[in-house]
């Protein structure tokens, strides 16, 4: 088992992450999560700061080929892990592995409606692919704005905050976190219910379309020797078949 330094909720409770350094981190995960969905049609289900830790590096950028275009990122010493896979949906070999948290007994009872726990008597509700990159946003964005009514200045004037800022928001663009007043729109679980309802907008694979990504796009593969490219196309290919 590989040992992390700490999460990213300590680098951001201590103001420890430039924009920059931001910018890395969510390409990261951004990227971990598209590679998952791809390969093993994966979602993780409670992706918040506690949940992504890193380990140091000596690396000072990571590589990767993604949908045909290859990008190079700085690390600033980091490498981000995703942890703690106890409500994570899977498929492996063509076998859908759940996790009981969504059982009647679960902890996560009622946030989705389908295969082993499916309840005829309520709508279906699938693993959506949407609802990290939005459960994540949630928990950032305290550490970043003090207001919810603030959000427009912070999404002008800085990319990366624009693009986490982004993910907030449901199918009809009303964020998900609070009320003009300040108080939580959905109190606890219940936030996890909504996300999986209605918010459909926010897949890994459309975020590289974003400014503060398309930067990090390489126009010279040539220049990228064999050894250091991550091959992320090549990995949906395979599909987790071995």
């Known amino acids: 088992m590989e040992k992390c330094e700490?999460?990213?909720?300590?680098?951001?409770?201590?103001?420890?992450?430039?924009?920059?350094?931001?910018e890395s981190v969510m390409f990261q995960i951004v990227?971990?999560?598209y590679t998952y969905q791809k390969v093993f049609?994966?979602?993780?289900?409670?992706l918040h700061t506690n949940n992504i830790m890193y380990v140091n590096t000596e690396q000072t950028h990571l590589t990767y080929r993604i949908m045909g275009k290859v990008y190079k990122i700085p690390t600033f010493g980091k490498i981000y892990k995703i942890i703690d896979f106890g409500r994570a949906i899977y498929t492996y070999k063509e076998k859908l592995l759940c996790s009981?948290?969504?059982?009647?007994?679960?902890?996560?009872?009622?946030?989705?409606?389908?295969?082993p726990y499916y309840?005829?008597?309520?709508?279906?509700?699938e693993p959506n692919y949407s609802f990290d990159l939005c459960r994540l946003a949630c928990s950032i964005f305290d550490f970043i704005?003090?207001?919810?009514?603030?959000?427009?200045?912070?999404?002008?004037?800085?990319?990366?905050?624009?693009?986490?800022f982004s993910w907030l928001y449901d199918d009809n663009g009303r964020?998900?976190?609070?009320?003009?007043?300040?108080?939580?729109?959905?109190?606890g679980f219940k936030l996890y219910k909504m996300i999986?309802?209605?918010?459909?907008?926010?897949?890994?694979?459309?975020?590289?379309?974003?400014?503060?990504?398309?930067?990090?796009?390489?126009?010279?593969?040539?220049?990228?020797?064999?050894?250091?490219?991550?091959?992320?196309?090549?990995?949906?290919?395979?599909g987790g078949k071995e």
């Open 119 to 125: 309840n005829a008597k309520k709508p279906v509700i």
């Open 41 to 46: 049609q994966f979602t993780h289900n409670d």
């Open 100 to 115: 009981d948290s969504f059982s009647t007994n679960g902890t996560a009872h009622t946030q989705y409606n389908f295969g």
């Open 145 to 164: 704005c003090d207001d919810i009514n603030h959000i427009k200045t912070y999404r002008k004037d800085t990319p990366i905050y624009d693009l986490i």
């Open 175 to 187: 964020n998900m976190l609070y009320r003009s007043n300040g108080d939580d729109k959905y109190p």
């Open 196 to 238: 999986s309802k209605i918010v459909h907008g926010h897949l890994p694979e459309k975020q590289y379309d974003h400014s503060c990504f398309k930067k990090f796009l390489v126009e010279k593969e040539e220049d990228i020797k064999d050894d250091s490219l991550v091959d992320i196309d090549w990995m949906e290919l395979k």
């Open 31 to 33: 990227t971990i999560l």
């Open 6 to 22: 700490h999460t990213l909720d300590y680098l951001m409770e201590n103001d420890l992450l430039s924009t920059e350094e931001l």
